[in-house]
Nanobody, 120 residues
Framework: QVQLVESGGGLVQAGGSLRLSCAAS????????MGWYRQAPGKQREMLAT???????NYSDSVKGRFTISRDNAKNTVFLQMNSLKPEDTAVYYC??????????????WGQGTQVTVSS
């Protein structure tokens, strides 16, 4: 079994910054792509950023230039540095990871979510 645990959410004023962390633990053989998503009330979950095991990253247009994804492969952890936050960034933020528990089995796991609230 694999668990992803997010931390770092909270309340921040517009223009401020937050850093989210997501640590994977459990029966892990390897992790390939890790990513961050968010879901605001009444909206669909949207992809924000992904990063491969080799460090190649991809961003949605809504966060490009403001958010930075990174990972620590030794600690099975992915980070999301969020700068210049806007009220419209308010949402529950989720991390996910493509995890191999054996060389033959790969599944996608999700964290439980962490609330980010940006006040105007």
């Amino acid at each position: 079994q694999v668990q992803l645990v997010e931390s770092g959410g909270g309340l921040v004023q517009a223009g401020g910054s937050l850093r989210l962390s997501c640590a994977a633990s459990g029966s892990i053989f390897s992790i390939d792509t890790m990513g961050w998503y968010r879901q605001a009330p009444g909206k669909q979950r949207e992809m924000l950023a992904t990063v491969t095991g080799g460090g190649n990253s991809n961003y949605s247009d809504s966060v490009k230039g403001r958010f930075t994804i990174s990972r620590d492969n030794a600690k099975n952890t992915v980070f999301l540095q969020m700068n210049s936050l806007k009220p419209e960034d308010t949402a529950v933020y989720y991390c996910n990871a493509g995890v191999r528990t054996t060389i033959w089995r790969r599944d996608v796991y999700w964290g439980q979510g962490t609330q980010v609230t940006v006040s105007s």
